[in-house]
């Protein structure tokens, strides 16, 4: 059964503080993806990797970094927490090469809130 | 850019009632097309999808056809079950400037009552 989990399903953090998302896949997936998730808007694309040590900007990276260190595991990193980085985050890994579509396995999400 | 609209929610019915959940998209090309749904706490897993025109994607009871006349990608079922209660996102696989990546609607939350 194919596998994305994330470190929290939900956390609390203060406004300045650093966060970090984990993400861990166990299908040798090379494809990795951050997205955030708000009512009304869908899922937006923060940072995606198409492979180890790569990353790209997705839609809205501003405020936000990824390493992808090994394979498996891609990290989101809220550098200094605000309020308005209070989300859904949903982490997703793919199984499909350079101009297929395949298909986007995600995790169950992390509920993350800023005070 | 390539987008994606979703009919709005929440859609409200009864078991047993016959589904549609509107979709439309604007892109460059031939997009493959898919629909994923999530149920409460979990994330998303997909349901369908449909890589050329007029291809039928099906699961579940559920049905979706590739409309390039009218770029639409609605999605149907015949009799709803409560199980069905979840929130269903249309997506598209956009490739632009290189970059590859989904364009998912704003969502279309669903409920079904007994």
């Not at chain 1, 997705?58 to 891609?74: A, C, H, N, Q, T």
């Not at chain 2, 897993?45 to 979706?64: C, I």
């Not at chain 2, 770029?71 to 979840?86: R, Y």
Request: proline letters at 3%; hydrophobic letters at 30%; charged letters at 25%.
């Amino acid at each position: 059964d194919v596998k994305v989990t994330q470190s929290s399903r939900y956390l609390v953090k203060r406004t300045g503080e650093k966060v970090f998302l984990e993400c861990v896949q166990d299908m040798d997936h090379e494809n990795m993806f951050w997205y955030r998730q708000d009512p009304g808007l869908g899922l937006r694309l923060i940072y995606f990797s198409y492979d180890v040590k790569m990353k790209e900007k997705g839609d809205i990276p501003e405020g936000y970094s990824v390493s992808r260190e090994k394979k498996e595991r891609f990290s989101l990193i809220l550098e200094s927490a605000s309020t308005n980085q209070t989300s859904m985050y949903l982490c997703a890994s793919r199984n499909a090469g350079w101009g297929e579509s395949g298909e986007q396995y995600f995790g169950p999400g992390t509920r993350l809130t800023v005070t | 850019g390539d987008s994606v609209t979703q009919m709005e929610g929440p859609v409200t019915l009864s078991e047993e009632a016959f589904l549609t959940i509107n979709c439309t998209y604007t892109a460059t090309g031939y997009p493959s097309l898919f629909w994923y749904v999530q149920y409460p706490g979990e994330g998303l897993q997909l349901l369908l999808k449909a890589t050329k025109a007029d291809d039928k994607g099906s699961n579940k009871g559920f049905e979706a056809t590739y409309r390039k006349e009218t770029t639409s990608f609605h999605l149907e079922k015949g009799s709803v079950q409560v199980s069905d209660s979840a929130v269903y996102f249309c997506a598209l696989w956009s490739i632009i400037q290189g970059a590859q990546k989904l364009v998912f609607g704003q969502g279309t939350r669903l409920t079904i009552n007994p």
